[in-house]
């Protein structure tokens, strides 16, 4: 279809061309000229949309101007081909209107041009592109008609340049195209029309430049190589054309692009050579190939002869899709374990198409898209994003649903990465807040309710509401708040339940099993609303009604039931497929409530009406009474009305009282029978369940008549028999009474007779007013029977009587209750009691006798009644007793006993049968500690295979296992029984074996502690005496014989012990009586390892304890090896090999089991040696025996083990493979045992060394190392007999019998002590040297100052730390307490390089106080006149630029510890030496008088911070300072030499030695060649000078006053101190004189020199003015 489209569009294009080329040809008379007539229409004719559609270029793509909305009208036009071009049109311009022009602006010019113009536009300075100059003038009339003959010269030097630019108009230009485009010639352009041409010839060179510069060569279309809408795979193109802008034909080179994305193609061009002519265009095909739908730039340079390189961008933009989704998804809140779905809608509002990948950031950036992209949600927890992978077309949406699955409280927060197809990505923020179910009740009407003290309340009730008592169907609320305190809407009902009481004692809790929930039906409470949507963080009211409908108390719970409330999730969860959701209903809230009811509080007054006196029948009786209301509630009554009999009315009958009323009754009674009247009137209360009851009693009188007998009694009577008595009748009232006597309708009616059998004579009449009446009855015995009847005495208006007649006929008359006996629990030879009860039917005394047994088996059975015989009073009912003996066990069921009664024809036949048992055992175990509680039980005799004493599989050593044994005796037949084990019985002297109490004070056997010591103690020997026999297990009944009596039930306990590992079997054999012996398997296996380091003083029935843990303590780095001694003891009955492993923990995923495959024994016997014995081929295994070691092995597991290397040769395994569980790697690098094998003997003891060598910690390491190991003891016994009895006990043998484990540890920490110095910035020592001069220099200079320091080293560990204290001099260190003397070294005595404390030792947690001291010295200032190349290690001299000078020495203090690691402590002392300096070098007295005395002044300063004492020499002039020869000190007459010998040590002596050969009698002290010297006096050394005969002569002309002193040291930021010196010359002669003066210091400073010179002179005129 879309080529066929393109293919029609081409053909309407060309047909549209066509046409309009056929009406050119009509209409243009020219000569049709073979060029494109027409712009191309192929543009209109295609579907662009379709184009694109189909990811094609489109004509949209490349044109920018918009589509007509109709096209225009057609008219006559010129052809295009027709038109000049702007070229054209500029080079065929027509002369006249040229010549017009030119001759204007000339004009113009004229008159301003003063100096020569060129008017010749050449091909090097003329512009045909932009400027448009002119190339011919021709100049206009003059003004002046006679210029020829008279014109001025410069207008005639004017016209004639004016004549050669017309001439030179007809001079051919270059070809431009060999002009560079940024001249005027070769930058001529085709787009920009040039401008019109000036006149004059002043022409801006700067825009012209500029313009021909900026002029553009090649044209791109388009300007910019655009793709868009492109896929990946397809390889797109386009067609750049470039159009030469220029004037002239163009060369062009063009550099494809760089990126692999974009490729050039070859270019197309119009002619040959790939010369681009002007306004022609060359082709290019670029082409796209996108490995993504990202974007893509890149550029494409053509170079042509252009200064500026034409760039076309390329650049490939799919418009991306734009999502309207939040960067932020905030799933707000849910509950905790909940799961919480919200939907967000995610449209794709761009202009794209994209595939879109959701991946957790973490995962970004993926290897793959294949290993991210999932199906269902993309997993992040607690969040999940569901679609992970979708596409979205353009308005295209979709709905995205995040899953929020909190597990925490806290704000979740997870990031997600949204990838698009074009290579985009975006964050998208999933948020959420975990929520817990929060509900507070915050109000409750009315006041606050407690439970009273001792009241039963619900057990989980959080609140309590009490209402006050109520009345029946009235209606009581309370407005409850509750407030719903999460964010979360919570769905809810309200459910009423029965509260849970229980009496709980203080402290006690209540059990969950105890909580019963059930429903309230019958409850008064009701709650509004009742179930509903609890809204997020709002309060909710609620209304609590109470309504009574009973006369009770109310007490129920109201349960706030959450519907689909989530469990919490796990917060290890990583995987939201892996978790498992369930919601269920929670009760969150429970509040009980209680009410009471009251009935209605009604008060009668008075509350019964009695009416006095007797009245008369038919008289009304009127009586006032009030009725109070004291309940709560109004009430509304209705009273009754009696009118049967009597006429009882009470007015107002019905109305309503308000509570705390009282109402007015008036009651009417109006009497209608004679006598008594006892009434209660109803008054009816509405909602009432009881009426109120008004009690009216009255009297009414009437006639009365008394019988005389209060009853009538005809005794006992035989059938047939009759009887007369008579009775008085009285008339006791005032009125004659009318009677009638007959018998009681309603008796006759209980008997079913018609007829009265009483004769009554008379029946009827009337008695007078107190008279009487006699009255004869008579009864006739027709039948047997109990006669009780009533005879009645009705009064005609009076009050009727009552007469009783008593009776009794009867005849003999005896039975059985029960004919047939059948004797229940009958044992064979075991009577059998029954009760039989004899009845006598009469009232007659009857006899009874009870004859012999009857039946075919009375001979194999005895019966026997008691009593035998007897008589059985009127209507006795007696129980006898039956005692039935069977000597059968058949089945008894012909059985007769016979009792004969007197009076009666027939003896009554009592029938006995039952069914005789034999001896009936049943046997139970009952396991101790066992799950089932119930005992497996088997019937004996019966199937007792299913039975087995198991005491378990793994079974601790020297632990008490108890099982029941219980016999169940179902019969009553009493009978012996025994039990006993065939081998691990316990010995029978073990058993007779009492405790024996210790010798000690009765009061401390009465304390628990030691009550408790001796109940285990006795436990102790009690078990050791069981197992005394050696077999390493015993069984032990508690009762092994006695007689189980009948229906008896014995539990005997049976108690197993082991004090050796082992799988045991025995058997329980039990006999019974003369049941068959029952044999009960018994199996027990026990694990543990019998040899301990702790002695075993009890048995207990917990788990062994574990084996104390072996700790070596901290210990240093690299130091010895620490070694503990352990006592192993064996508490079981056999000698025990243990071989030794040391391990060291390893903990690794990638090994888990261990293959160990041993070649012959994995654990043979070994001699001393570490021989194998077990290999005879080397004569030392054969050779070898075990002997007696420091681990006692006795001399019984020696031969044990000789026997065993000789039974065990034979049945050993050649290659054995062991399969084990990995924990630790073998190494006894770091812990090592010896011996590695020992044998520890039975109830004896071995002991074994284990060593612990630290390890050697890197210098990285700074803490304390943990070093974490243990050993492993293998068990073997040596004895074959001990290894394994068969169908007894088996024992395994090393890997497979768990191994004494012993775990080891230690710590290793590098050596190192913590310092704490006393200065704050380190061990600094600062002096100046002037300390050595003392407060009088006198009296000498110190040899030697020591300073000390203190230095606090403290133990911050747990070990001792050993070390010594090593340092070189100047430095030197001591202890505390222990410091050395620092004397100056004499002669003879050279010093020490280094100073090295004692061994030292600093226990854990204590500190030390070191003294480190400084020595300074005289020697130590001697360095500083050392050349830099001699300098000694560790002295440094440094010069300040203010002139002071220091010496500052380093030196590190060595802390060496016993490991031979060092710690190092930095030391530093600092020495300010002096500096002086003169002011000036020289002085020069000139020419002075002879004998006159001058004086010059000179300065000394001080520059240093250090106190100088300084002298001042003199000497030759040429004689170096340092040399003493020549030199004398200077001084005045009043200085004498010291003689005081210094009490100070360390002051050196004024007089050395000796003098110095080199230096003059009348020298004291100074220093020559290091030698101390001392010189306060005057010294004149001889001159020597040249040409002078006296050598004292010029030392005797100069003096200096002072000549020594004490130069302050200079203060901090402050000028130096100075002393003036003054110097004094005095010639002697007229001759020149000349010496030098030195000043040196006491200290080593350098010395200052101070040249000095005068001349004598007899000529008065250099005499002083104050001698004239």
């Known amino acids: 279809?879309?080529?066929?489209?393109?293919?029609?569009?081409?053909?309407?294009?060309?047909?549209?061309?066509?046409?309009?080329?056929?009406?050119?040809?009509?209409?243009?008379?020219?000569?049709?000229?073979?060029?494109?007539?027409?712009?191309?229409?192929?543009?209109?004719?295609?579907?662009?949309?379709?184009?694109?559609?189909?990811?094609?270029?489109?004509?949209?793509?490349?044109?920018?101007?918009?589509?007509?909305?109709?096209?225009?009208?057609?008219?006559?036009?010129?052809?295009?081909?027709?038109?000049?071009?702007?070229?054209?049109?500029?080079?065929?311009?027509?002369?006249?209107?040229?010549?017009?022009?030119?001759?204007?602006?000339?004009?113009?010019?004229?008159?301003?041009?003063?100096?020569?113009?060129?008017?010749?536009?050449?091909?090097?300075?003329?512009?045909?592109?932009?400027?448009?100059?002119?190339?011919?003038?021709?100049?206009?009339?003059?003004?002046?008609?006679?210029?020829?003959?008279?014109?001025?010269?410069?207008?005639?030097?004017?016209?004639?340049?004016?004549?050669?630019?017309?001439?030179?108009?007809?001079?051919?230009?270059?070809?431009?195209?060999?002009?560079?485009?940024?001249?005027?010639?070769?930058?001529?352009?085709?787009?920009?029309?040039?401008?019109?041409?000036?006149?004059?010839?002043?022409?801006?060179?700067?825009?012209?430049?500029?313009?021909?510069?900026?002029?553009?060569?090649?044209?791109?279309?388009?300007?910019?190589?655009?793709?868009?809408?492109?896929?990946?795979?397809?390889?797109?193109?386009?067609?750049?054309?470039?159009?030469?802008?220029?004037?002239?034909?163009?060369?062009?080179?063009?550099?494809?692009?760089?990126?692999?994305?974009?490729?050039?193609?070859?270019?197309?061009?119009?002619?040959?050579?790939?010369?681009?002519?002007?306004?022609?265009?060359?082709?290019?095909?670029?082409?796209?190939?996108?490995?993504?739908?990202?974007?893509?730039?890149?550029?494409?340079?053509?170079?042509?002869?252009?200064?500026?390189?034409?760039?076309?961008?390329?650049?490939?933009?799919?418009?991306?899709?734009?999502?309207?989704?939040?960067?932020?998804?905030?799933?707000?809140?849910?509950?905790?374990?909940?799961?919480?779905?919200?939907?967000?809608?995610?449209?794709?509002?761009?202009?794209?198409?994209?595939?879109?990948?959701?991946?957790?950031?973490?995962?970004?950036?993926?290897?793959?898209?294949?290993?991210?992209?999932?199906?269902?949600?993309?997993?992040?927890?607690?969040?999940?994003?569901?679609?992970?992978?979708?596409?979205?077309?353009?308005?295209?949406?979709?709905?995205?649903?995040?899953?929020?699955?909190?597990?925490?409280?806290?704000?979740?927060?997870?990031?997600?990465?949204?990838?698009?197809?074009?290579?985009?990505?975006?964050?998208?923020?999933?948020?959420?807040?975990?929520?817990?179910?929060?509900?507070?009740?915050?109000?409750?009407?009315?006041?606050?309710?407690?439970?009273?003290?001792?009241?039963?309340?619900?057990?989980?009730?959080?609140?309590?509401?009490?209402?006050?008592?109520?009345?029946?169907?009235?209606?009581?609320?309370?407005?409850?708040?509750?407030?719903?305190?999460?964010?979360?809407?919570?769905?809810?009902?309200?459910?009423?339940?029965k509260p849970n009481l229980q009496s709980l004692m203080p402290g006690e809790t209540y059990s969950l099993d105890s909580l019963k929930y059930h429903p309230d039906r019958e409850t008064a409470f009701s709650i509004l609303p009742e179930r509903g949507v609890l809204g997020p963080h709002t309060d909710h009211e609620f209304i609590l009604t109470f309504s009574p409908h009973e006369l009770r108390d109310f007490h129920s719970v109201l349960q706030m039931v959450l519907e689909e409330v989530p469990e919490p999730l796990s917060l290890e969860l990583e995987n939201l497929k892996d978790s498992s959701f369930s919601v269920d209903d929670v009760i969150v809230l429970e509040i009980e409530v209680k009410g009471s009811v009251e009935p209605f509080q009604l008060l009668l007054e008075p509350y019964a009406l009695i009416i006095p006196g007797e009245n008369y029948v038919g008289i009304n009786v009127k009586k006032d009474f009030k009725m109070w209301n004291n309940s709560k509630s109004p009430i509304r009554y209705l009273w009754g009305k009696i009118s049967d009999c009597h006429i009882i009315e009470v007015e107002p009958c019905a109305g309503t009282i308000e509570p705390n009323e009282v109402e007015d009754f008036e009651l009417s009674f109006t009497g209608g029978v004679p006598g008594p009247v006892s009434q209660d009137l109803l008054c009816e209360i509405q909602n009432s369940p009881s009426p109120v009851v008004l009690h009216i009693e009255a009297a009414f009188k009437g006639p009365a008549l008394v019988i005389s007998v209060s009853a009538l009694q005809f005794g006992l009577l035989r059938l047939g028999q009759k009887a007369t008595n008579s009775i008085q009748i009285q008339n006791i009232s005032q009125l004659p009474a009318t009677w009638c006597m007959k018998e009681s309708p309603v008796c006759l009616q209980e008997r079913h007779e018609d007829v009265s059998p009483f004769d009554i004579e008379p029946s009827s009449g009337q008695i007078h007013p107190l008279g009487e009446c006699r009255v004869n009855i008579t009864l006739e015995a027709k039948q047997c029977q109990r006669l009780q009847t009533v005879l009645e005495l009705e009064v005609v208006n009076g009050t009727w009587s009552y007469l009783p007649v008593y009776a009794e006929v009867q005849e003999p008359y005896v039975y059985l209750q029960s004919s047939h006996v059948e004797v229940r629990n009958l044992y064979l030879g075991v009577p059998a009691k029954a009760t039989i009860t004899l009845i006598n039917g009469t009232l007659l005394p009857t006899r009874f006798h009870w004859s012999k047994l009857l039946g075919h088996q009375a001979s194999v059975c005895t019966a026997k009644v008691s009593p035998r015989r007897g008589t059985l009073g009127p209507s006795e009912e007696r129980q006898l007793n039956l005692e039935l003996t069977a000597h059968t066990e058949e089945e008894l069921s012909d059985l007769a006993l016979p009792c004969t009664v007197s009076g009666m024809k027939e003896p009554l036949v009592l029938g006995i049968s039952g069914k005789p048992q034999g001896l009936q055992v049943a046997i139970a175990i009952s396991m101790e500690g066992s799950d089932s509680s119930v005992p497996?039980?088997?019937?004996?005799?019966?199937?007792?295979?299913?039975?087995?004493?198991?005491?378990?599989?793994?079974?601790?050593?020297?632990?008490?296992?108890?099982?029941?044994?219980?016999?169940?005796?179902?019969?009553?037949?009493?009978?012996?029984?025994?039990?006993?084990?065939?081998?691990?019985?316990?010995?029978?002297?073990?058993?007779?074996?009492?405790?024996?109490?210790?010798?000690?004070?009765?009061?401390?056997?009465?304390?628990?502690?030691?009550?408790?010591?001796?109940?285990?103690?006795?436990?102790?020997?009690?078990?050791?005496?069981?197992?005394?026999?050696?077999?390493?297990?015993?069984?032990?009944?508690?009762?092994?014989?006695?007689?189980?009596?009948?229906?008896?039930?014995?539990?005997?306990?049976?108690?197993?012990?082991?004090?050796?590992?082992?799988?045991?079997?025995?058997?329980?054999?039990?006999?019974?009586?003369?049941?068959?012996?029952?044999?009960?398997?018994?199996?027990?296996?026990?694990?543990?390892?019998?040899?301990?380091?702790?002695?075993?003083?009890?048995?207990?029935?917990?788990?062994?304890?574990?084996?104390?843990?072996?700790?070596?303590?901290?210990?240093?780095?690299?130091?010895?090896?620490?070694?503990?001694?352990?006592?192993?003891?064996?508490?079981?009955?056999?000698?025990?090999?243990?071989?030794?492993?040391?391990?060291?923990?390893?903990?690794?995923?990638?090994?888990?089991?261990?293959?160990?495959?041993?070649?012959?024994?994995?654990?043979?016997?070994?001699?001393?040696?570490?021989?194998?014995?077990?290999?005879?081929?080397?004569?030392?295994?054969?050779?070898?025996?075990?002997?007696?070691?420091?681990?006692?092995?006795?001399?019984?597991s020696h031969e044990a083990a000789q026997s065993a290397e000789g039974s065990d040769r034979a049945s050993q395994k050649i290659i054995s493979v062991v399969l084990r569980e990995h924990d630790g790697v073998p190494a006894d690098h770091l812990y090592c045992i010896s011996p590695k094998q020992v044998v520890v003997p039975t109830g004896g003891s071995s002991t074994i060394s284990i060593s612990y060598t630290p390890m050697v910690l890197g210098p990285e390491v700074l803490h304390k190392v943990k070093c974490v190991g243990y050993a492993l003891g293998f068990m073997s016994l040596d004895d074959e007999a001990e290894r394994e009895l068969p169908g007894r006990r088996h024992r395994l043998q090393d890997f497979a019998a768990g191994p004494l484990r012993l775990d080891l540890c230690g710590y290793v920490r590098p050596a190192q002590l913590s310092m704490e110095l006393d200065y704050g910035g380190g061990v600094e020592f600062r002096h100046q040297a002037s300390d050595l001069i003392p407060e009088q220099p006198c009296t000498g200079v110190l040899s030697e100052l020591v300073t000390t320091h203190h230095l606090k080293l403290t133990n911050t560990t747990e070990i001792p730390q050993y070390f010594q204290l090593l340092v070189s001099r100047p430095f030197s260190v001591s202890q505390e307490g222990a410091s050395r003397s620092r004397r100056a070294p004499g002669p003879g005595r050279e010093e020490e390089p280094a100073t090295a404390s004692k061994q030292l030792v600093l226990h854990p947690q204590e500190n030390m106080l070191v003294n480190v001291s400084f020595s300074l010295s005289l020697e130590l200032l001697s360095y500083q006149k050392l050349p830099a190349d001699q300098m000694l290690p560790g002295v440094d001299i440094r010069q300040h630029a203010s002139g002071e000078k220091e010496m500052v020495f380093t030196q590190s203090l060595l802390l060496e510890y016993a490991n031979h690691t060092t710690q190092v402590v930095p030391l530093r002392a600092t020495v300010a030496v002096p500096e002086l300096q003169l002011s000036t070098s020289w002085v020069d007295f000139g020419t002075c008088f002879v004998n006159q005395e001058r004086v010059r002044e000179v300065y000394l300063m001080n520059l240093s911070g250090c106190r100088s004492y300084w002298a001042v020499l003199m000497g030759r002039l040429g004689l170096p300072p340092t040399s003493c020869a020549g030199w004398h000190l200077v001084g005045g007459p009043a200085e004498k030499a010291g003689s005081q010998i210094p009490s100070d040590p360390r002051v050196a002596l004024l007089h050395g030695p000796g003098p110095d050969p080199r230096c003059t009698p009348g020298m004291r002290w100074g220093k020559c060649g290091g030698n101390t010297w001392s010189c306060p006096g005057s010294c004149v050394p001889p001159s020597l000078g040249v040409g002078q005969q006296d050598p004292d002569k010029d030392l005797a002309a100069f003096r200096v006053s002072p000549n020594s002193g004490l130069l302050e040291a200079r203060l901090v930021n402050a000028p130096p101190n100075t002393i003036t010196l003054q110097v004094f010359f005095t010639a002697r002669s007229s001759e020149l004189y000349e010496s030098t003066l030195v000043v040196e210091g006491m200290l080593g400073e350098k010395a200052c020199t101070l040249r000095l010179r005068g001349r004598g002179s007899y000529d008065e005129r250099y005499m002083s003015p104050h001698q004239l």
């Open 936 to 1196: 497996s039980t088997a019937l004996w005799p019966g199937h007792l295979e299913e039975l087995r004493l198991d005491f378990g599989s793994k079974v601790p050593l020297r632990t008490r296992m108890n099982c029941q044994l219980i016999l169940t005796n179902h019969s009553p037949i009493q009978t012996p029984f025994t039990l006993k084990f065939e081998y691990f019985g316990s010995p029978q002297n073990s058993l007779n074996q009492k405790p024996s109490l210790p010798n000690m004070p009765p009061a401390l056997l009465k304390t628990s502690r030691i009550r408790e010591h001796l109940a285990k103690r006795e436990q102790l020997n009690f078990m050791e005496s069981m197992l005394s026999h050696g077999k390493g297990a015993a069984f032990f009944p508690h009762i092994s014989q006695g007689t189980l009596g009948a229906h008896q039930q014995l539990s005997i306990d049976i108690t197993g012990y082991a004090n050796m590992w082992g799988e045991y079997w025995d058997n329980l054999i039990c006999t019974v009586g003369d049941l068959p012996p029952a044999v009960i398997p018994v199996h027990m296996a026990v694990v543990g390892c019998p040899i301990s380091s702790q002695r075993t003083t009890y048995y207990t029935t917990d788990q062994l304890q574990k084996e104390p843990i072996i700790r070596f303590g901290t210990q240093v780095s690299g130091g010895d090896t620490v070694t503990r001694v352990l006592r192993l003891n064996n508490s079981s009955s056999c000698d025990i090999r243990l071989d030794w492993e040391t391990y060291t923990p390893e903990d690794r995923e990638d090994r888990l089991l261990e293959l160990l495959v041993f070649y012959g024994p994995p654990f043979p016997l070994r001699d001393q040696a570490g021989n194998d014995l077990s290999c005879p081929e080397t004569p030392e295994s054969s050779s070898s025996f075990w002997s007696s070691s420091p681990s006692n092995t006795s001399d019984s």
């Open 1 to 497: 279809m879309l080529e066929r489209h393109i293919i029609q569009a081409r053909a309407r294009a060309l047909a549209e061309k066509e046409r309009i080329m056929q009406q050119a040809k009509v209409h243009v008379l020219e000569n049709f000229i073979t060029v494109p007539p027409v712009k191309s229409i192929f543009r209109w004719c295609v579907d662009s949309e379709l184009l694109q559609k189909h990811h094609l270029i489109s004509p949209d793509d490349y044109y920018s101007d918009t589509v007509p909305f109709c096209s225009a009208p057609k008219g006559v036009s010129i052809p295009g081909y027709s038109k000049l071009t702007f070229s054209c049109e500029k080079h065929s311009v027509p002369k006249k209107h040229l010549t017009k022009k030119l001759e204007a602006s000339c004009e113009e010019m004229l008159t301003k041009v003063k100096d020569e113009l060129d008017y010749t536009v050449d091909s090097q300075t003329g512009d045909l592109s932009l400027k448009g100059k002119c190339k011919t003038v021709k100049a206009g009339p003059s003004k002046n008609a006679k210029w020829m003959s008279h014109l001025h010269v410069p207008q005639r030097e004017l016209e004639r340049l004016l004549l050669v630019r017309m001439e030179s108009r007809n001079r051919f230009l270059k070809n431009p195209r060999f002009f560079p485009p940024n001249t005027p010639q070769g930058g001529k352009s085709l787009l920009f029309p040039p401008k019109k041409p000036m006149l004059t010839g002043d022409f801006p060179s700067g825009d012209l430049e500029e313009s021909c510069v900026d002029t553009p060569v090649f044209l791109a279309k388009p300007s910019i190589g655009f793709f868009t809408d492109y896929e990946i795979g397809p390889v797109y193109e386009m067609v750049i054309s470039l159009q030469n802008t220029t004037a002239t034909s163009r060369y062009l080179r063009v550099i494809p692009p760089s990126t692999p994305y974009f490729a050039l193609g070859l270019g197309m061009f119009p002619g040959k050579g790939g010369m681009v002519a002007p306004g022609m265009t060359c082709q290019y095909t670029v082409q796209f190939f996108p490995d993504c739908l990202g974007d893509f730039d890149d550029f494409i340079l053509v170079e042509t002869q252009s200064a500026h390189t034409l760039l076309i961008p390329l650049q490939a933009r799919r418009p991306p899709p734009v999502l309207t989704l939040s960067p932020v998804l905030d799933c707000g809140y849910c509950l905790i374990g909940g799961m919480k779905i919200t939907r967000f809608i995610c449209k794709n509002v761009g202009f794209s198409v994209g595939k879109f990948c959701i991946m957790p950031k973490k995962s970004w950036p993926p290897p793959s898209f294949r290993a991210v992209a999932t199906i269902g949600f993309v997993e992040q927890p607690p969040f999940g994003i569901l679609p992970s992978v979708f596409e979205l077309a353009p308005g295209q949406a979709v709905c995205m649903e995040v899953l929020f699955l909190p597990t925490s409280l806290e704000k979740a927060e997870q990031t997600f990465i949204v990838v698009c197809d074009n290579c985009q990505i975006k964050e998208l923020v999933t948020v959420g807040i975990g929520q817990l179910v929060a509900l507070d009740l915050i109000y409750i009407s009315g006041e606050e309710s407690h439970p009273e003290p001792g009241e039963l309340t619900d057990l989980t009730a959080q609140h309590f509401i009490r209402f006050e008592p109520e009345n029946l169907q009235s209606t009581a609320r309370k407005q409850l708040i509750i407030r719903n305190a999460t964010h979360v809407e919570l769905a809810f009902h309200w459910q009423i339940m």
